[in-house]
């Protein structure tokens, strides 16, 4: 049976005709009071927080000083954020334009392309600034989000949970909505942060040293249709058992064997993890972490899915080789890509910190 996504035309119509309907709110502008400000944890080397807000938002004014002075504003609030909530800032690479400072732009910073399979509509994808909130509760990322952006030109936003979130085998993990565990192939934590840090070795300016590329992509998922292959079916699809162990019986945490299993009988070559990340080099340099989401789409139509997030100082050799490998992937069949956008976050992203290197001031 074919993906119920590509059998239908409308969505790919309202991704081409959406265009140039973006919020024209205007940027409102003063602080808010700030609330007590307190040391917070470092967003790479903490685990995700089970709910997450992601606001896209689109400055209005261009030119060095305006948006400068939003960029500071925004920070403020996100450092003076409530007690309990973590608030990260982030920047696409419009916003550089906007400032008159393509120079500074982190090297490998662009406009998301559209991957192979994509149907992405315009209305949830970039942005010139994402804030991102995480809370143990969605009252609290919400409560947050309202304080930080609802007076701001919001772009795109979403929310998403982390179902059973929990630290397994030493790394954080959360069940997606196709019921498997995701996050044991990630890198172990202590070393995962720095691995995904930009360092002063490729070119990427002073000011970024030290922050990360995150790509975010919004997947929808045919759950239904899904939920019709059996359980044996799914896994091996994915490559893993749904609790995260290996096909073969190993622990999540343990190597697969996939040199004795070159055929893949135990792992099918064509499964998501094993075109993932092969293991015949140095593994995907990433870090992930999903979310759920359930709500409507643009069209108002109900949907559901993933909040796809990674992590990784260099885009090509991360996110970028590994959409290319899973190119055509039988999990494609169950899944849509309608939204996301590439962003950089700055070193220090819930403080005030990154903004005077930023702008030299
Ligand atoms: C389309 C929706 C997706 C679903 C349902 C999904 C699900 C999973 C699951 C269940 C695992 C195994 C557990 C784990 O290691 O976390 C996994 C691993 C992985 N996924 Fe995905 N994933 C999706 C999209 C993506 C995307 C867009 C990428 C990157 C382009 C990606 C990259 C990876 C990598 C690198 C691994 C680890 C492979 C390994 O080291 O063995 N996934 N995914």
Do not use: K
């Not at 949907?303 to 055509?328: C, H, I, M, W």
Request: net charge neutral; with cysteine.
């Amino acid at each position: 049976m074919p993906s119920p996504f590509r059998s239908q035309p409308a969505l790919t119509r309202r991704a081409v005709i959406a265009g140039g309907t973006l919020a024209a709110v205007g940027w409102a502008g003063g602080c808010s009071t700030p609330r007590a400000g307190r040391p917070r944890a470092e967003l790479l080397s903490s685990p995700p927080r089970p709910h997450t807000v992601l606001v896209a938002l689109d400055l209005q004014d261009s030119g060095r000083r305006p948006v400068a002075g939003a960029l500071r504003r925004l920070a403020e609030r996100a450092e003076s954020a409530a007690a309990g909530v973590e608030v990260a800032v982030a920047l696409g690479a419009s916003v550089f334009d906007r400032a008159g400072l393509a120079a500074r732009r982190p090297r490998q910073l662009a406009v998301m392309p559209a991957f192979s399979g994509d149907v992405l509509d315009p209305r949830r994808c970039h942005g010139d600034v994402l804030v991102q909130m995480g809370a143990d509760t969605v009252e609290e990322a919400d409560r947050e989000a309202g304080a930080i952006v609802d007076d701001l030109p919001v772009r795109w936003r979403m929310s998403g949970f982390r179902e059973g979130a929990r630290i397994d085998a030493g790394r954080p993990v959360a069940t997606n909505l196709f019921g498997f565990v995701e996050g044991h192939g990630n890198p172990e934590p202590a070393s995962g942060a720095d691995l995904v840090r930009v360092d002063d070795r490729h070119g990427d300016p002073a000011w970024a040293v030290g922050g990360s590329y995150l790509v975010i992509r919004v997947i929808q998922f045919a759950t239904e249709l899904w939920n019709r292959d059996p359980v044996a079916e799914q896994e091996r699809i994915i490559g893993r058992r749904r609790d995260g162990s290996w096909p073969d019986g190993r622990p999540a945490d343990a190597e697969p064997a996939y040199a004795a299993d070159p055929h893949g009988r135990h792992t099918p070559l064509d499964s998501h993890v094993r075109r993932a990340n092969p293991r015949d080099g140095a593994a995907p340099p990433m870090t992930r972490r999903g979310y759920s989401f359930r709500g409507r789409d643009s069209a108002g139509r109900d949907e559901e899915g993933l909040l796809f997030t990674a992590y990784q100082s260099d885009l090509a050799a991360g996110f970028e080789a590994v959409q290319r490998r899973l190119a055509g992937e039988r999990l494609g069949r169950y899944t849509l890509t309608v939204g996301g956008g590439y962003f950089f976050v700055p070193p220090r992203a819930g403080t005030t910190r990154w903004v005077d290197p930023l702008l030299d001031l």
